[in-house]
């Protein structure tokens, strides 16, 4: 089997003209590097050095055999290099967002990174919950920032914060209906993420625990298009109500006060629990330190 130390043989016989040379260069003797010259030459039953001659002249076959020894020992020193410099490989990093992250505090994130890991190159992939869950384990990403609905042990989940959803509608789209309870919007069109969203397979299965069963209803996979459905008075939903504030107060939205109230939605951050990496750890606390759905369009 061919070794380093006979390429490096190899190498500097021919970088400096002679085996004395070469072996003071390599900290040993003339015969251990006339040594590992033969034992390649025996390995591949060819002549490396032209032995007739006063200086260490390489044969044609010996100049090939330089060319792979020093590519190689290239190659190996920028790999040492990379295992054992201070500072950070330049990689890239696939995370997984939902809509709702990419309108709020994803900004804020690539900031972050961009200031605590500036040879990271992050690769965000803004998709529906059960679609990253599945991107993860098709290691299509490294790290996904979901609401709390996977419950998969393959993965490790870390929290991250929570969204306070809201029932909405265009105002006074109830006028002349008495709207107290959750029940009585039952018969009114619902407009929901449906089960490709994490919040809608969470909200789905409170909607049933509560025995609320709406009786029309139309499914999109985009929050910013359910927002402007809402808008227009195409129906309710269930939006997050800090960040939508501003068309709250524009009277865009109204907020629906019924009971019961809908439950906070928790965010977490997941990745495979086979993934040992000091960079996704320290991305996730980045994660949990800008995670705020209070604002979209947030300034990084």
């Not at 015969?31 to 007739?52: G, H, M, N, P, Y």
């Not at 991250?160 to 959803?165: D, W």
């Not at 509560?210 to 809402?230: D, E, K, Y």
Request: aromatic fraction near 8%; charged fraction near 25%.
């Amino acid at each position: 089997m061919m070794t380093f130390k006979q390429l490096e043989a190899v190498y500097w016989v021919t970088r400096l003209g002679s085996f004395s040379q070469a072996a003071a260069k390599l900290h040993t003797t003339q015969s251990a590097i006339s040594k590992r010259v033969q034992e390649l030459e025996s390995l591949f039953s060819v002549e490396l050095f032209d032995r007739t001659q006063r200086t260490s002249r390489l044969t044609e076959k010996g100049e090939e055999m330089y060319l792979v020894a020093k590519r190689l020992l290239e190659q190996r020193d920028e790999a040492a290099a990379q295992f054992t410099s201070s500072q950070e490989v330049v990689r890239r990093l696939r995370i997984g967002v939902t809509e709702l992250t990419a309108m709020t505090w994803l900004p804020r994130l690539v900031e972050l990174v961009r200031t605590h890991h500036p040879k990271v190159i992050l690769e965000p992939d803004v998709d529906m919950s059960v679609m990253l869950r599945d991107k993860l384990l098709a290691n299509e990403v490294d790290v996904i920032f979901v609401p709390d609905a996977c419950g998969d042990e393959r993965f490790t989940m870390k929290r991250l914060g929570s969204v306070e959803n809201a029932w909405m509608c265009k105002p006074h789209l109830f006028d002349g209906f008495k709207i107290r309870r959750l029940h009585d919007l039952s018969s009114h069109t619902f407009l929901t993420q449906g089960d490709k969203s994490g919040t809608g397979v969470i909200y789905n299965e409170w909607l049933d625990a509560v025995n609320m069963r709406p009786t029309n209803i139309i499914v999109c996979n985009s929050l910013l298009a359910i927002i402007g459905m809402t808008v227009s008075g195409l129906g309710f939903s269930y939006l997050p109500r800090e960040s939508l504030e501003p068309l709250i107060q524009a009277d865009y939205l109204q907020v629906l006060k019924v009971t019961p109230p809908l439950p906070k939605m928790n965010y977490v951050a997941a990745y495979k629990s086979e993934q040992r990496s000091t960079l996704i750890s320290s991305i996730v606390l980045l994660a949990q330190e800008c995670c705020d759905f209070s604002r979209v369009l947030q300034k990084s």
